[in-house]
């Protein structure tokens, strides 16, 4: 009895040291995360601010590029994004250069005019793939669900 206590005793610290090392995904894969974001009660003249962070799972150094990105589909209830919503996003820092198993986080911040009508849930991605010169390149993207204040 003694024996198997400490077995999973021994495994759940181990497991525990793995999983609270890096929560986000593993060291030797490109990544990001968050994948979504979802952003409530948001209404005109006002702003949201969230960090996405991106890891190079590379083995070289390696350039990135962070921009928004119109939907290939959107959430179900959703539509995308106002046409003049690439306006209204900030992106902290659109080009950058990681090293081999390096993270970066990267703020978003969506600031709303106080002149347009918006959808009551519309959706934008934001993007992030490598800047390099190929016929292959991975593309990851973040997808940021708002949700409007409810007009009365």
């Known amino acids: 009895m003694k024996i198997v206590l400490i077995i999973l005793l021994s495994t759940f ?38 960090d996405i962070t991106i890891h190079n799972g590379n083995q070289k150094t390696t350039e ?41 986080k990267v703020g978003i911040e969506i600031k709303l005019p106080d002149d347009t009508q918006f959808p009551e849930h519309w959706e934008l991605w934001i993007g992030c793939k490598e800047n390099k010169e190929s016929s ?3 593309e990851l993207c973040s997808r940021w669900l708002i949700t409007m204040v409810k007009s009365k």
């Open 64 to 104: 990135f590029l962070v921009y928004y990105r119109i939907p290939d589909y959107v959430e179900e209830g959703f539509v995308s994004a106002p046409v003049e919503a690439p306006a209204w996003v900030m992106i902290s820092d659109k080009s950058f250069s990681l090293e081999p198993g390096q993270t970066k």
């Open 13 to 50: 610290v181990i497991c525990g040291l793995a999983c609270t090392a890096n929560p986000a995904g593993p060291e030797d894969k490109t990544w990001l995360s968050p994948g979504k974001v979802n952003i409530s009660n948001l209404k005109p003249a006002s702003s949201a601010r969230q």
């Open 136 to 138: 292959l390149t991975t």
